[in-house]
Every structure is written in structure tokens, then in C-alpha cells.
């Protein structure tokens, strides 16, 4: 077609699509329905995410020659399954003894055009650069008389991005696939950098993010295009597979604009609302992916486990998850009653099994050793293992996924039970700081017409319950003093001294440091979970276990 005529128009559907990671063939399946879908609705173009075909992140599946050869082999059963209209698709690439993060574009049943990712990331999360050789095709390809430029994520967030591409080319659009995990704030940061590569081209921008849950990441999806001054003017649904269309168009004056189906304000977003349906959609995938069909969980009257059993009543439903209180002689009648009444309100399987009785057993057995002491934390810490054995020993014999109740904070200085609370499979709120805990259950009862989470739960000062009268703050700061230690040292890398320099008490900044450092061992065993900051324990922090380094706060000298 001749691109210097006027009056062409181009249909573009961005796809943003839940992969099931190495699903190979039902991920093909899956974008091909889709791809009707897209086409049945009129669209002349089509774009799925990056890797869409085998999901992400692939990690060490990209050292198994197999692997991708199977890439290889449905990505030419995708084409030939797709020749109405145009496609374009991420997937993992072989070429002689390189694999590539590349990007197809199929016309009429054939790849026409292969662009391979050139930034490869390599901090945080990502480990593009051991698996994958940077990519030196020219990004430019001719779709329906249009000229766009392609790129695959990170091409486009470096300050010297799109090195392939050339803005003398005079693109009518630039087309970026993304898999873009979610963290707080990631929306706005986002967006500044779609608004920088749409100013630098002078064009509009379609921007094609995957969603779902995929271990502890999370993809948020808000698929996006823009103008060519870089202004949202339409945005996918957040953590849902969605679909949105635009037209870009040539007027006689040879003049591109991109003209949207459903135009959407650049409105602020509610980060509480974010986060929680981040943890939902990442437990739901976490849970459903692998195969379980239900999930236990340990009610204890408190906020952890209110907030991770709202959660995952919302995430697979109220009838797929089964609360069990197991009190001992600690627990108070007021917690003991909130369990039973959480678990009535989110329409729960419910069960009580009293620990006493086996931890007098316990106790008598262990006191058979020389030393044993039921005064110290080890005898506090055996119910926790006594009432992790009991959800273990239900998820054995029905088939239930447990699901841990720590939250970020209480895992960063190990205030928690190794073999104990621990336990389990997935760890829903391993990444959400105490703080962020009572603002989401706040968020949960203020978006219900009833309550859910009682409110004395919300309200009581947080207690283990493992000996009489415990509360969190005998061995710990308050909750905002402790998040904002752990939100420096963790996810902002700053030493003691720069602790102290933003106010922070010098006594408590030594003591969590010491804390945090000692317990990477107990993380380790840990389950994932889901990330919603922007450095979460897991794929982000890998420090060694054994590591004698520690940064305490040292007096300057004074001339």
C-alpha cells in the first residue's frame, strides 16, 4: 500500500494477556482466541505482550535447547493459525548457540520481521543478560502503509534508548511489548518513560504490558497508548486480561493521529486499591497455576491472618478456603472470637483445634532433656511448630495449599517461627510492611456494604500471643518507626549513618540492621510471595547467608 495517500487507517488491538509460564501450546491456543476476538471486532493489527508465547520469566527453561526449539516450533503453528490479519508477538528466540528475547511479526501466516531486544536489564528482578544476546535489528517495519518502530520493555526505559531505531525515520507509531512486574508506584514512572519515547519520536505510542501472577511477581497489565506529546489517552484494565483498540489514521494532509476506542483520563491511582488487588491476582495465579484447588490458612484472631484470609476468599473464593484457630492457654477470648467471627463474615470453612493438650505433651517430653525451660522463646516458639504441623498435616491429607500470614516487617527482622508459621506454600503477604497491613484491611471494610475484618481486630496492639501479656512492641519499635528502618536499609540500600542522618534512632537503627542481616537464613527457607514494593526478600535482595559484614552506625570524628 502507498503510504504517501491520505485516508488509511489502521486498527490496533493491544492484548494483554495472562501467560501460564512453559505452557507452550495452550498459550498459543489462548492468543489465538483472543486474536479472533481482536479481529472480529475490526482490528487490522494485533500485539501480545512480551514472551506471550512461553510466559515470563523463563529463567533457566532458556538453557534448555529444547525449550526453545519448542518455542520455535509454535511459533510457526501461531502463524499459520493466524493469517487474517497482521500479529505481533514476544517470544523466546534460538539462533545458532544464542538465545534472543525477540519479537515476531507475522503477516499472512509468515513471520515477515524479527526484532530482537536490545537493553537487556539486569538489576532487581531481571537476569536478561545471563540468558539472553543482545539483539541488532533495525526496530523499523511497514504495517498497513505505516511505518512503526519496534521495541521489547526495556529498549525504551534507558535514558539512550532505542538505539535500533532512528527518529529521522518519521515513525507514525512506536510499538513496545512489555512484561513490566508491578510495584508500588510503578504506574507513574511508567508512563513519564512511555511520555519521553513519544516526544523523542514525535509520535504516538502503543504500549503492550502482560498480566498476571507468575511465583512472586505480579504483571499489572494497564496496557497503554498515548499521543505523540506522550498523554495517556486510553489505558487497559489493571491486573485483568483485557483488550483495547485504537485507529491510527493518515489524513490528506499526510497527518498521523492515533484515535482511541475507549479514551480514559490520566486520573491518580489509589495505591491501597492497587496493592490489594496486586496480592489477589498474584495468590489466585500462584494458587490456580499450580494446580490446587483450596487453601488453609491459620486464623489467630489477629490482623496478619484476617488480611491474607480476605485475600485469598477474594482471590479463589469464600468456599475454597478453610480457617483453622488453634488456640493455646494464651490466647484471649476476645482473639479466639474474632477468628470464628472473620471466618463467618468471609463465608469460611471453619475448625478449632486447642494446642494445649499437645503442647503439655511436648513440654513433658522435652524435659526429659537437661536444660529444657519453658520460660524462654524456644517453648514459645514450639506451639507456632505445633500449629504449623497441624496445617501441614490437613494440606497432606486433603490436598490444601497453605497459606503463611508474615508480613515484610515481621520477615525482615525474623519474627517469625522457622518450621513454624513459616510453613507453607505461599507466603501472601511476605512483601507488605505492618503499616500497609492495617491500611488494606481498612481498605477491605470501607469497599463492603458489611464489614469483613472485625473491627477489634484492626484496633487491638498486635500480640504473637505465645506467653502471657505479649505484645509486639516488648521486642520491637512501633510498627512506623520499624517499617520506615527496614524501607532504607532493605529497599533503598542506605548505611546506618545515612539511617541516622534522616533522625532515625541510633539505638534502633544497630539493633534492626543486626536483626535483618541475622535472619537471611529464615528467608531462605521461606515461601515466595507476592512483590508489591520496590525490593522485595527473594529474586530482588540475594545476599549470602554467611556474610560477616555488618553496617552499624559509627560516630563521625570531629576536627
Given amino acids: 500500500m502507498d503510504s504517501s495517500k491520505g485516508d488509511i487507517k489502521l486498527k490496533i488491538a ?23 476476538e ?18 515470563y520469566p523463563p529463567q533457566d527453561l532458556l538453557l534448555k535447547r529444547h525449550f526453545l526449539e519448542d518455542n520455535i516450533a509454535e511459533l510457526a503453528n501461531l502463524a499459520a493459525d493466524c493469517q487474517e490479519k497482521a500479529i505481533i508477538v514476544g517470544f523466546a528466540e534460538i539462533l545458532g548457540h544464542n538465545c534472543y528475547n525477540s519479537l515476531a511479526v507475522i503477516e499472512e501466516g509468515r513471520v515477515v520481521k524479527i526484532y530482537r531486544k536490545h537493553i537487556l536489564p539486569n538489576y532487581g528482578v531481571f537476569d536478561e543478560r545471563r540468558y ?22 526495556e529498549d525504551i526505559w534507558e535514558s539512550d534508548f532505542l538505539p535500533t531505531l532512528s527518529v529521522e525515520q518519521n515513525y507514525d507509531a512506536i510499538i513496545n511489548i512489555s512484561a513490566s512486574p508491578f510495584h508500588m508506584g510503578k504506574l507513574q514512572t511508567r508512563k513519564e518513560i512511555l511520555k519521553r519515547a513519544a516526544l523523542k519520536f514525535d509520535c504516538p505510542l502503543c504500549y503492550c504490558n502482560i498480566v498476571g501472577g507468575q511465583d512472586e511477581l505480579v504483571f499489572d497489565g494497564r496496557s497503554i497508548f498515548t499521543d505523540k506529546h506522550g498523554k495517556l489517552i486510553s489505558k487497559a484494565k489493571q491486573f485483568e486480561q483485557d483488550i483495547i483498540y485504537a485507529s491510527l489514521e493518515r489524513d490528506d494532509n499526510n497527518e498521523t493521529s492515533l484515535n482511541v476506542q475507549r479514551e480514559e483520563a490520566d486520573q491518580a491511582e489509589n495505591i491501597i486499591e492497587e496493592i ?12 490456580r497455576k499450580n494446580g490446587f484447588k483450596k487453601v488453609i490458612i491459620g486464623l489467630s484472631g489477629g490482623i496478619d491472618s484476617a488480611l491474607v484470609a480476605a485475600i485469598a476468599a477474594d482471590a479463589i473464593g469464600s468456599e475454597n478456603v478453610v480457617g483453622v484457630t488453634m488456640p493455646s492457654r494464651f490466647n484471649s477470648q476476645e482473639t479466639r472470637s474474632d477468628a470464628e467471627e472473620l471466618a463467618n463474615n468471609l463465608g469460611l470453612e471453619f475448625h478449632t483445634i486447642p494446642i ?5 505433651s511436648f513440654d513433658k517430653m522435652l524435659s526429659i532433656v537437661d536444660g529444657w525451660d519453658k520460660s524462654t522463646t524456644a517453648y514459645e516458639n514450639l506451639q507456632a ?5 497441624m496445617l501441614m498435616s490437613l494440606s497432606n491429607q486433603f490436598g490444601y495449599m497453605v497459606l503463611t500470614t508474615g508480613n515484610k516487617s515481621e520477615t525482615a527482622v525474623g519474627y517469625s517461627t522457622l518450621y513454624g508459621d513459616t510453613a507453607g506454600g505461599f507466603a501472601v503477604i511476605k512483601d507488605v510492611p505492618k503499616t500497609i497491613v492495617y491500611e488494606l484491611c481498612k481498605y477491605i471494610n470501607d469497599s463492603r456494604k458489611t464489614p469483613a475484618i472485625p473491627v477489634s481486630t484492626i484496633t487491638r496492639p498486635p500480640s504473637a500471643e505465645l506467653r502471657e501479656g505479649q505484645k509486639d512492641s516488648d521486642s520491637l519499635p512501633d510498627y512506623e518507626i520499624l517499617d520506615a528502618l527496614i524501607s532504607g536499609y532493605v529497599e533503598q540500600d ?3 549513618n545515612e539511617l541516622a542522618a534522616s533522625g532515625a534512632c541510633v539505638e534502633d537503627i544497630n539493633r534492626i540492621i543486626k536483626m535483618i542481616d541475622h535472619n537471611e537464613y529464615k528467608r531462605r527457607q521461606s515461601p515466595p510471595g507476592v512483590k508489591i514494593t520496590p525490593k522485595a526478600f527473594g529474586l530482588d535482595r540475594r545476599l549470602p547467608i554467611t556474610n560477616a559484614y555488618l553496617t552499624q552506625y559509627k560516630e563521625e570524628k570531629k576536627d
Avoid at 38 to 55: F, Q, R, S
Avoid at 385 to 389: C, F, L, P, S
Fill in 14 to 36: 493491544l492484548v494483554q494477556f495472562n501467560a501460564k509460564l512453559g505452557d507452550l501450546d495452550g498459550n498459543r491456543e489462548a492468543i489465538v482466541a483472543l486474536y479472533k
Fill in 38 to 55: 481482536a479481529i472480529n471486532a475490526g482490528a487490522d493489527l494485533v500485539v501480545l505482550p512480551e514472551l506471550a508465547l512461553c510466559g
Fill in 132 to 153: 539472553f544476546s543482545r539483539g541488532q535489528e533495525n526496530g523499523t517495519v511497514e504495517i498497513g502503509g505505516f511505518k512503526f518502530g519496534l521495541s521489547i520493555c
Fill in 276 to 287: 490489594y488487588k496486586a496480592l489477589v491476582l498474584g495468590t489466585r495465579d500462584y494458587i
Fill in 356 to 360: 494445649s493438650e499437645p503442647l503439655e
Fill in 385 to 389: 511448630r505445633i500449629r504449623g504441623t
Fill in 494 to 496: 542506605l548505611s546506618a
